[in-house]
């Protein structure tokens, strides 16, 4: 009798050529898959981020009409004055809870700002620039460099949000095959560049608007003259450092650990001729490609004119650069810098023809933002309710409290929150929607403990980052493993942790290192970015 294939005592199986099934060494299902499988089905219970968003605006309205019948309030350290909870089911909480709603909606601030990037980084992707330009980097490098480069092109494909997911991975697997090796390393070493360094770059991107306006937002609920001074460029030097150390611990990993792990490829026959072509570059592409480049190169120095000259338009008081408009209006610099090559692009290839197809691709970017239209309008009312009840303010003055009681400050404070963020980020696979429920409260906390919200944000981003690829629940989780499918269709949610396990663990610890190796030296993580916050 052959063995059913959902049995989980079965051996793993693989396809050959032909698609028959070849059976391998079984694999115990151990505590350590155990443990996977009960974050699995517990991650599964957890409700939508907008779902999630609107339970817990309910929370804090229950929650206010509670502490403000308990009669809860503290000391605001910064005014000395005595700070009650208000009750948002009050006749005056009932009325400001619908006559806000909109404005809630609106002001919530990453709104605009993503929509507004996404024209840019829209544009770049959906006339190709994008894809092609990845492609031309793999393709570009010696041999000996296609594991350091799949690593770095997948950290920065972060510039483009999610585009990386899509592209890389399967371009990393057929490339690794056309060089004889196993397809499922290629695709691990695009997912840990893609995913597990999501918040490592050479240049400034998406993350850094939508968690930099969350992260001031919230530093501005404790002190609004230290709030309007930050800038979205604020972990710019601590990325920039990431991104090679996280390429070469990723080549590490990659070369030494997964696949020696996996072993030689031996499949033939899934390899196409039309997977071959796809890595090539046409010559139209080239042409685009190069049009792009020299429209890049012509933008930048146009910018450069308005910044370079000590008089320069968008130069701050005194000529200043670090406090000025040009830091002030980086979103506006994003897409630009992604709009102007993307459509140069989009008209060499002949993608764009006219001012309609430009509406046209524009249009299917933004109506991929329609979830994060529902996540923005939940969001938005519970971090305004949040702020209204002062829970923000009272609980950020309790916690603080509460970790001075125990003495937990410096490099254990900073540890613990790590730790704290990377087992959430199991659950909820959002970084801007934890960030959006962290942000209120963490901030100010660590403020009062006198680390900086600049610090506090490089901490969360690091932690977030590096477990991304255990999640199961990450969105493009299942993307992954349908491509690596093709390659072994028994491949599962297991195997495929199994296989980014040992990138997690490298990544988190490496990176943990740094960032504490970071607050250790008190280097500034970009500019006008300290490590530590004290309070006027």
């Known amino acids: 009798m052959s063995t059913p294939p959902n049995d989980p005592d079965s051996p793993d199986q693989t396809e050959d050529a032909s698609g028959a099934a070849v059976t391998a060494k079984s694999k115990p299902h151990g505590p350590f898959q155990r443990f996977l499988d009960v974050i699995e089905f517990a991650g599964n219970k957890l409700p939508h981020p907008a779902t999630l968003f609107a339970l817990l605006a309910l929370l804090v309205v229950v929650l206010s009409w509670i502490f403000s019948q308990l009669g809860l309030s503290v000391e605001d350290p910064l005014e000395g004055e005595q700070v009650e909870v208000f009750n948002l089911l009050s006749a005056e909480g009932v009325e400001w809870m619908f006559t806000s709603m909109v404005d809630n909606f609106i002001g919530f601030a990453p709104l605009g700002v993503v929509l507004a990037t996404m024209i840019g980084i829209g544009m770049a992707e959906q006339s190709g620039l994008i894809g092609t330009a990845l492609r031309s980097f793999i393709l570009a490098i010696p041999r000996t460099l296609v594991t350091f480069a799949i690593v770095f092109a997948g950290i920065m494909s972060s510039v483009a949000s999610d585009a990386g997911y899509v592209v890389l991975p399967p371009l990393a697997a057929i490339l690794f095959v056309s060089l004889g090796r196993h397809p499922l390393a290629g695709i691990a070493a695009a997912f840990a560049g893609v995913s597990?360094?999501?918040s490592a770059n050479l240049l400034l991107s998406g993350t850094d608007v939508l968690l930099g306006e969350l992260t001031i937002e919230a530093a501005a609920t404790v002190d609004p003259g230290y709030a309007?001074?930050?800038?979205?460029?604020?972990?710019?030097?601590?990325?920039?450092?990431?991104?090679?150390?996280?390429?070469?611990?990723?080549?590490?990993?990659?070369?030494?650990?997964?696949e020696p792990r996996l072993g030689e490829w031996k499949g033939e026959g899934v390899l196409k001729g039309e997977d071959r072509d796809s890595l090539k570059i046409t010559s139209l592409?080239?042409?685009?490609?190069?049009?792009?480049?020299?429209?890049?190169?012509?933008?930048?120095?146009?910018l450069l004119l308005l910044i370079v000259p000590e008089n320069a338009v968008l130069r701050g008081e005194d000529g200043a650069i670090v406090q000025s408009p040009f830091m002030s209006s980086l979103v506006v610099v994003i897409i630009i810098a992604f709009?102007?090559?993307?459509?140069?692009?989009?008209?060499?290839?002949?993608?764009?023809?006219n001012d309609t197809d430009v509406v046209n691709q524009l249009s299917q970017t933004l109506a991929g933002m329609a979830m994060f239209l529902v996540l923005a309008f939940t969001a938005g009312q519970f971090i305004a309710y949040f702020n209204q009840s002062n829970l923000g303010l009272i609980v950020s003055v309790i916690g603080a409290e509460a970790l001075d009681s125990i003495n937990l400050t410096g490099l254990p404070l900073v540890l613990v929150f790590m730790a704290f963020v990377a087992i959430v980020n199991l659950f909820v696979g959002s970084a801007s929607a934890k960030w959006a429920m962290l942000a209120?409260?963490?901030?100010?906390?660590?403020?009062?403990?006198?680390?900086?919200?600049?610090?506090?944000?490089?901490?969360?981003?690091?932690?977030?980052?590096?477990?991304n690829i255990l999640s199961p629940l990450m969105t493009y989780f299942a993307l992954i493993i349908a491509v690596a499918q093709r390659y072994d269709k028994r491949l599962g949610i297991g195997s495929l942790v199994s296989v980014m396990l040992p990138y997690s663990l490298a990544f988190m610890g490496v990176w943990t290192l740094m960032t504490l190796g970071w607050m250790w030296l008190d280097v500034p993580l970009g500019p006008n970015a300290p490590i530590y916050y004290e309070a006027p």
């Open 196 to 198: 597990a360094g999501f």
């Open 228 to 258: 309007d001074q930050m800038n979205l460029a604020m972990n710019y030097w601590f990325i920039i450092v990431s991104t090679f150390v996280l390429a070469i611990v990723g080549t590490l990993v990659s070369q030494f650990l997964v």
């Open 440 to 467: 209120p409260v963490m901030v100010p906390i660590m403020m009062h403990l006198g680390i900086s919200p600049e610090f506090t944000q490089a901490a969360y981003r690091v932690s977030d980052s590096a477990t």
């Open 339 to 353: 709009f102007i090559p993307g459509l140069v692009y989009g008209i060499v290839t002949k993608v764009v023809r």
């Open 285 to 302: 592409e080239k042409k685009g490609l190069i049009a792009a480049g020299i429209s890049l190169v012509v933008t930048v120095g146009l």
